[in-house]
C-alpha cells in the first residue's frame, strides 16, 4: 500500500507552493488571516487616534474650550458627521479669548463693594437717597477781572 499521494495523470506537476494537499494547514490562508487582523486593528487604531487629535491639542494647550472641543469629537466619532470634527479642530487650532476670568472678577469686586445686607444702605433699597431739593447755583456778583495783556505790561528798564 502506497501512502504518498498520487497525482491525477492530467494535473500539472509543478503545482505552486500554496496550494496543500489535502489534510494538511493552508500556510498561505493562515498568513492572510494574520495579516488581515493586523491591518484592521490598525486602521482601527488610527481611526481613533485621528477622531481624538483635536481633544489631545486642545488639552495640549489648556484650551478654554477643551470641554466643547471633546463632545464634538465625541459626538462626530458616534455620529459619523465629519462637520462636528471640522469644528473641534478648528476651535483646536483658534484661541478664543478667556472673558470668564475677568467677568468674574469684576463680580467679585462688586460683591465687596455692595452693601452687607441689614445695613441701613441696603434697607433704603441698596441706592442712597438724593435730597429733594438741589442745591442752590451761586452766581458771579461781578464778573472775573480781566488778565493784563502782555503788550501793555512793559517795564521800563
Known sequence: MCLEPVLHPLASHNLPSFITAPGEIDRMMVITGI???????????????????????????????SGIIALLCLIALFTHQHIFWIIAILLAFIR????????????ESLDRIAPAPGSALA??????????????TTEWAEPPEPLPDASTDRREG
Open 96 to 107: 478664543v479669548p478667556d472673558f470668564e476670568t475677568p467677568l468674574k472678577s469684576i463680580s
Open 123 to 136: 434697607a433704603a433699597g441698596g441706592v442712597p437717597a438724593l435730597p429733594a431739593d438741589p442745591p442752590p
Open 35 to 65: 495579516f488581515l487582523v493586523v491591518i484592521i486593528v490598525s486602521v482601527g487604531a488610527l481611526y481613533f487616534t485621528l477622531h481624538s487629535l483635536p481633544e489631545r491639542m486642545a488639552h495640549k494647550s489648556n484650551h478654554v474650550q
